[in-house]
């Protein structure tokens, strides 16, 4: 049985199902879970390669920026699972399909490199766009489906020991957290198809935006409630 180490998001039940799939055809040596600002690589995973023979990392969601020397430090492969297809690397994903008029979303699972969402890809699922779907629904839409590829995979990964890329290719470099946010900026003139577009993109129960910037001061859309799901 090969050894591995999982990498989660703080999410309780999509974690906790995670590190039961993992523990199924892995001997897990170390699992950490973090919330979606932690970046830096936790000390205990750096302490649980230095010191045992691990063959792969499995990063499912977390924030995590793992360096070259953590990558390397892997026996045969560190995988990733993102939430969005092969169209949409990095941040932003689901709002940038909805703004697109994508008539499918996804979820993709592929190697780590040094650059984000840049590596081999290994498998997508993908699923229709609904006409209601808000980016909120959308991107939990991508996370049960990230679930699904996880469990998929897994297994499979555990059985050959080696990780196969499919043959698809990233659509782009991976959006950056600076790009998005500079993208969520609406100009003062914008006509009233962008508004519309922008807003249906990026309209969310928790979090604001769309944005308009006036006199070097930044107004946002709130947060609605009302697009939380019951």
């Not at 649980?48 to 023979?53: D, I, R």
């Not at 959308?138 to 297994?155: G, M, N």
């Not at 499979?156 to 020991?161: L, P, S």
């Not at 609406?186 to 308009?212: Q, T, Y």
Request: glycine share 6%; with cysteine.
């Amino acid at each position: 049985m090969y050894r591995c180490v999982l990498l989660c998001s703080d999410h309780p039940v999509l974690a906790a199902e995670a590190e039961t799939a993992a523990r199924t055809c892995f001997d897990v040596r170390f699992v950490g879970r973090y919330p979606r600002d932690r970046k830096t690589v936790p000390p205990e995973l750096v302490t649980t390669l230095g010191a045992q023979t691990v063959d792969f990392l499995f990063n499912y969601l977390s924030p995590i920026i793992l360096p070259p020397g953590v990558l390397g430090a892997l026996r045969r492969a560190s995988v990733n699972f993102h939430p969005a297809p092969p169209e949409w690397p990095g941040v932003g994903s689901a709002s940038y399909a909805l703004y697109a008029g994508d008539a499918a979303f996804g979820a993709t699972a592929h190697l780590m490199t040094e650059k984000p969402d840049a590596g081999a890809i290994l498998r997508v699922r993908r699923f229709p766009v609904a006409p209601d779907d808000t980016c909120e629904r959308l991107f939990d839409r991508a996370l049960a489906e990230t679930l699904v590829l996880f469990k998929e995979l897994l297994p499979e990964i555990a059985r050959t020991g080696q990780p196969v890329p499919n043959g698809e290719a990233w659509a782009r470099k991976a959006i950056t957290r600076a790009q998005f946010e500079r993208w969520m900026t609406l100009p003062p003139d914008a006509p009233p198809e962008e508004v519309r577009r922008k807003v249906r993109a990026l309209r969310h129960s928790r979090f604001p935006g769309p944005f308009v910037e006036l006199a070097g001061v930044r107004f946002a859309l709130p947060p609605d409630p009302k697009l939380r799901r019951p």
